[in-house]
């Protein structure tokens, strides 16, 4: 079996309607100094293309090959240079990949089926062309680690835009937030770590893990029978490695707690410094008594800000506040995008967010709301301070300078890989395919006329 390249590619040539059943015939399609691209790579590309419900087009596959010769040059560099990528991280990627295809397929069985092969097989195939994509990858991130762009380099990149097809920015704002979670006491989680025991005590009375797993377990690998793949020590937090690291294959652990509620795992498989668990998690949901004391305590801090104004709201934030990413920063919340801390009213990331900010006016506080993460559904309380409000303006130094560095600074990593690729096509040996040198963005590939010639 063909060892591909891409994400989820052999899913979906197994699904796609079109030829799902039918045997690819291949053949070298492009020569990349000592390395190759086969037919299959690019049809499989083809087929997730047309998987994300994009309308058939010939065309798109010169893209695609122009993807496929620039990661095979990334990936030949990075050899020369001794970039390496560690087994676990090409487990986590194998892992992440086949979870995804286990879900897009209906399930583990399923998947098998179609592969006609174990999904351990098929993860050992795909490995030697993940470790090059990974290397690939990382090598690109060595060329431009060091691309920075000073304030003259802005100023200068931003006079040259076209001043009518500047962006147009909606409100944006800057704000803080201090977050207080609920703590259980020892009585109220002892309800939750009773859940797991009984669950475990199904197991060890012989129902099946992962059939436990499937119907029970809270986490995110339920669906694949709580898997969670090989990881090293430091993958986990200590309490869950502690228990996966001290067990033989095939034992399965008390119930233990970490952060995130009561476990119990099972050791699959053992390989060096890795291992292989699947596991069964029972979230500790904040109880109403506990809810009510993390209220009480958010508004006596409320009080400390606004009445008695002891404590202004940055310092209450970095000594009281739960939420790890924010509280060391004063409570301020960043833009991810770029690292500014302007963010558009429109990307609020809930409504909560945006009700409890848009009557406050420029150095208010809001009052204490109850706040539930979308992503993980747990709950906590948190007010909010409002910095500053920029109303709707078109692009401007003065106002976002950040932004436009960002810009500046994406704009002068596109030009030293241009340059880069450049250079390494010149002296690298790349042929195509005469079939595909009609695509006027391959032609530039070529290290001589005759190939163009070819192609006619």
């Known amino acids: 079996m063909k060892k591909f390249l891409g994400v989820f590619l052999i899913l979906s040539i197994y699904f796609s309607p079109a ?12 020569t990349v100094g ?12 083809y087929t997730q293309f047309l998987a994300q419900g ?87 991130g060595q060329l431009v680690s060091k691309v920075d762009v000073t304030p003259q380099e802005v100023k200068k990149y931003f006079q040259s835009l076209n001043a009518d097809s500047l962006p147009y920015f ?36 012989g129902s099946d893990f992962g059939t436990i797993a499937r119907l029970y377990s809270e ?96 310092t209450a934030a970095s000594l009281y506040s739960d939420d790890k990413e924010t509280k060391y920063n004063g409570g301020v919340v960043t833009n991810m995008e770029d690292r500014s801390t302007l963010i558009p009213v429109d990307q609020l990331d809930d409504v909560a967010v945006f009700n409890a900010i848009d009557p ?28 500053s409000r920029i109303a709707p303006h078109k692009a401007n130094l003065d106002q976002d300078f950040a932004k436009i560095k960002e810009a500046a600074r994406q704009d002068k990593v596109n030009r030293t890989l241009s340059e880069w690729f450049e250079s390494r096509r010149e002296t690298t040996y790349i042929d195509i395919n005469p079939d595909f040198l009609s695509c006027d963005e391959l032609k530039v590939w070529v290290n001589n006329d005759d190939k163009i010639v070819k192609g006619k």
């Open 19 to 30: 030829i799902g059943q039918e045997k690819l015939i291949d053949r070298v399609i492009s």
């Open 34 to 45: 000592t390395s190759y691209i086969l037919q299959s790579d690019l049809e499989l590309e």
């Open 54 to 140: 994009n309308t058939p087009n010939d065309k798109i596959k010169c893209y695609i090959l122009q993807q496929l010769l620039t990661q095979k040059l990334l990936a030949q560099q990075a050899v020369i240079d001794s970039v390496e990528v560690s087994e676990s991280e090409i487990d986590d990627q194998l892992n992440f990949r086949i979870r995804s295809m286990i879900q897009k397929a209906g399930g583990k069985e399923r998947l098998e089926e179609f592969l006609n092969r174990s999904i351990l097989q098929h993860k050992e195939e795909m490995r030697p062309a993940v470790a090059e994509q990974l290397k690939g990858n990382k090598m690109q």
């Open 170 to 205: 909606n409100t944006e704002i800057e704000y803080a937030q201090l977050v207080i979670d609920p703590v259980l006491t020892k009585e109220e989680k002892e309800q939750f770590r009773t859940k797991a025991e009984g669950y475990r005590q199904q197991v060890l009375n």
């Open 219 to 314: 986490d995110g690998s339920a669906p694949y029978g709580g898997e969670l793949g090989f990881s090293t020590r430091d993958a986990w937090v200590k309490e869950f490695a502690a228990q996966a690291f001290k067990l033989k294959a095939g034992e399965i652990s008390p119930v233990f707690e970490t952060q995130f509620g009561f476990h119990f795992l099972q050791v699959l498989e053992r390989r060096g410094e890795e291992v292989n668990v699947r596991h069964i998690l029972i979230k500790s949901k904040p109880t109403p008594a506990a809810l009510s004391r993390a209220k009480s305590k958010i508004d006596s801090i409320h009080n400390v800000i606004v009445n008695t104004k002891r404590m202004n709201f940055n």
């Open 360 to 387: 406050l006016k420029e150095g208010e506080v809001s009052p204490s709301v109850l706040y539930t993460d979308k992503r993980t559904g747990e709950s906590s309380y948190r007010i909010y301070y409002l910095k």
